[in-house]
């Protein structure tokens, strides 16, 4: 685990009713995202990250989550199962976990040096 705090995510039945919230409470800007980074919008400076999506059904669309980088996506999900945590959707990219006490969480994979 790279153990840095990379991203804070947030699902939304009305986004741009969030984004207004988000923006005007902690005054940054919440851009849309590229397609190498999902869906949603999202900060592009400062950390950690701060993201929001449309509400879907999905294992990360149900509540927000922090999200912790990781340099190795294989491993880091190993390591999780190993301690007693689960695995949720395991992905190469973004990976959503729970720990052992069953508190959910996301793993993003470090994009480079």
């Known amino acids: 685990m790279?153990?840095?705090?990379?991203l804070l995510e947030f699902p939304a039945d009305?986004?741009?009713r969030a984004r207004r919230f988000?923006?005007?409470l902690l005054g940054i800007e919440l851009a849309e995202r590229s397609q190498t980074e999902g869906r949603g919008w999202q900060t592009h400076s400062g950390a950690p990250v701060l993201g929001i999506h449309e509400?879907?059904?999905g294992p990360g669309d149900t509540a927000s989550?922090?999200?912790f980088t990781v340099l190795d996506m294989e491993a880091a999900l190993e390591q999780i199962s190993a301690l007693g945590g689960s695995v949720i959707h395991?992905?190469?990219r973004w990976s959503i976990?729970?720990?052992?006490?069953?508190?959910?969480?996301?793993l993003a994979l470090a994009s480079g040096p």
């Not at 790279?2 to 990379?6: C, I, S």
């Not at 976990?97 to 996301?106: L, Q, T, Y």
């Open 2 to 6: 790279d153990r840095r705090f990379g």
């Open 14 to 16: 009305d986004p741009d």
């Open 22 to 24: 988000w923006s005007g």
């Open 55 to 57: 509400r879907g059904t």
């Open 65 to 67: 989550l922090p999200y």
């Open 90 to 92: 395991p992905g190469t």
């Open 97 to 106: 976990c729970r720990d052992s006490e069953g508190s959910p969480f996301g």
